[in-house]
């Protein structure tokens, strides 16, 4: 089981409990604002994109090439830039916050 | 070579050059070919725009048969952004459950016809009408509306022999024109009457500027939907171990319809107007002239797809460009993805087989490369699941 909290571009706090799948899908599920996830989570659409909390970096990790290439062409990308579809929801990413780029 | 396979004939070109000539009605293309070319000229809608002459950033262009302005296809920011929030709830419908559930109705009613008639030609017996009659649902016009877009045949631009055939073409502009005139009088719930109610910059959109909408909406959507029904009925007609996937796992149908759509590219290429001088591909590439984004060239690059030839059902990262790149990303995407969805959900429930009798290939001629695109005929049998 993990916390997952996102804040929207409207500033609205809204904190998630999911135990397996990707945080884009939990996100869609809940229809948090800014995350439209298109694709269904092969990385093909950057309509899941999240700035992690700096302090939870750690526990995501950086974006991967294929993301980063993604996300290269995206607006308002910087280094806390992730797609959602590929954070999966596991115990070591709890507590975590990301917010909404969109 | 299977009878369902899409060969990549820009494999060669992709690695030794990056780009491709192509010769069009005297107004000559540099097809990109790379992955990453592709997406970056995508992205620069100032060096590369869309909102040129009508017809011309399309490949064969329309510059001789049409004056009208595709909308928001072909403008270019900031105005594009404007003219797309316009459209994209509407075009986001396809997820709304109701719809979702009249689309599946539409589809399982497809897929039952066929299974009574047993062997039948797919293109026009299947996926035309099944395109036709999804197509009701997004202009929420009444059902009956189908049967004429169903009469018009499998291309609303193209007839036999001619890429360009100005004649039909103007069947449809003619049509739409009456369908705008009828809204006006007889304003509904449709999508003419809802563009006509639209706002853009503090005032109504005008008839051209619908007309501009409803000419993308008809025309972006019928041959590649078409072509991708048809397309895998084909690869599943010889891949009977992937329609049993499908059915024993069925959450892999979203990877499944993503990596159809890679694989078949539905849209060869969508060009772009230079608007200075500049480099693509380390060639020159002058102020107004042509580049294309080659998506079906960028979805088989060997440098971001492993296995780029082969269809994997449930490839997990998928960067594919096959709906395109970034602003101008297909606005019926979503319907699409709806569409398949549904439809190998449900031949993986009622269908045991589907045998390839005879077939005819549509060949796409881009000069130096001909590319498989799908089928100008293909007769089938469909076997039922027995109970």
């Given at each position: 089981m993990a916390k997952i909290t996102f804040i929207t571009s409207d500033d609205e706090k809204i904190t998630l409990e999911g135990t397996s799948g990707s945080v884009m899908a939990l996100a869609v599920e809940n229809n948090i604002k800014g995350i439209d996830g298109d694709c269904g989570g092969v990385c093909s659409c950057a309509t899941c994109h999240v700035h992690v909390a700096p302090e939870d970096i750690a526990k995501t990790g950086e974006a991967s090439e294929i993301e980063t290439d993604m996300l290269e062409l995206d607006d308002n990308t910087d280094e806390y830039s992730r797609l959602c579809c590929q954070l999966e929801i596991s115990d070591a990413i709890d507590g975590i916050v990301l917010k909404v780029a969109k | 070579m299977k009878k369902s396979s899409l060969p990549d004939p820009f494999e060669k070109a992709r690695l030794e050059s990056g780009c491709g000539k192509m010769n069009?009605?005297?107004?000559?293309?540099?097809?990109?070919?790379?992955?990453?070319?592709?997406?970056?000229?995508?992205?620069?809608?100032?060096?590369?725009q869309s909102g040129a002459e009508p017809g011309r950033i399309v490949v064969p262009s329309e510059v001789n048969i049409r004056d009208t302005r595709q909308i928001p296809f072909e403008v270019d920011p900031p105005e594009h952004k404007d003219y797309r929030a316009i459209v994209e709830p509407w075009f986001r419908r396809p997820l709304q459950p109701e719809y979702e559930k009249q689309l599946t109705e539409i589809i399982t009613n497809s897929v039952n016809e066929a299974l009574k008639t047993g062997t039948l030609e797919v293109v026009n017996s299947f996926s035309l009408p099944l395109q036709s009659r999804a197509l009701t649902l997004l202009l929420n016009t009444p059902f009956t509306e189908s049967e004429t877009w169903i009469s018009w045949g499998t291309h609303v631009f193209r007839s036999e022999g001619e890429a360009l055939d100005g004649d039909k073409a103007?069947?449809?502009?003619?049509?739409?024109?009456?369908?705008?005139?009828?809204?006006?009088?007889?304003?509904?719930?449709?999508?003419?009457?809802?563009?006509?109610?639209s706002e853009y910059d503090g005032r109504k959109l005008n008839k051209e500027e619908v007309k501009g909408i409803m000419i993308l909406t008809f025309a972006g959507g019928r041959d590649t939907v078409i072509n991708t029904i048809t397309n895998s009925i084909a690869y599943l007609a010889e891949h009977p171990e992937s329609l049993e996937k499908l059915h024993k796992e069925p959450e892999i149908i979203n990877n499944a319809v993503e990596e159809l759509v890679r694989y078949f590219s539905p849209l060869t290429q969508m060009g772009r107007v230079v608007t200075e001088d500049t480099h693509?591909?380390?060639?020159?590439?002058?102020?107004?002239?042509?580049?294309?984004?080659?998506?079906?060239?960028?979805?088989?690059?060997?440098?971001?797809?492993?296995?780029?030839?082969?269809?994997?059902?449930?490839?997990?990262?998928?960067?594919?460009?096959?709906?395109?790149?970034?602003?101008?990303?297909?606005?019926?995407?979503?319907?699409?993805?709806?569409?398949?969805?549904?439809?190998?959900?449900?031949?993986?429930?009622?269908?045991?087989?589907?045998?390839?009798?005879?077939?005819?290939?549509?060949?796409?001629?881009?000069?130096?490369?001909?590319?498989?695109?799908g089928y100008d005929s293909i007769q089938v049998k469909f076997n039922p699941k027995t109970v």
């Open positions: - | 069009d009605q005297d107004d000559p293309v540099t097809m990109l070919l790379r992955h990453k070319d592709v997406r970056k000229t995508a992205h620069n809608w100032k060096t590369f103007n069947i449809l502009y003619n049509y739409i024109e009456e369908q705008i005139e009828e809204a006006i009088k007889n304003p509904s719930e449709n999508l003419y009457s809802k563009l006509l109610d693509v591909c380390e060639h020159a590439a002058k102020a107004n002239t042509r580049v294309s984004l080659c998506w079906a060239s960028a979805n088989r690059d060997e440098k971001v797809f492993e296995n780029p030839n082969e269809i994997v059902l449930d490839r997990k990262v998928n960067p594919h460009v096959g709906f395109g790149f970034s602003h101008h990303n297909c606005l019926g995407a979503t319907h699409a993805r709806q569409i398949m969805r549904i439809l190998l959900k449900t031949l993986s429930e009622k269908v045991q087989s589907i045998e390839i009798l005879e077939y005819k290939e549509n060949i796409e001629d881009l000069d130096e490369f001909k590319r498989k695109v």
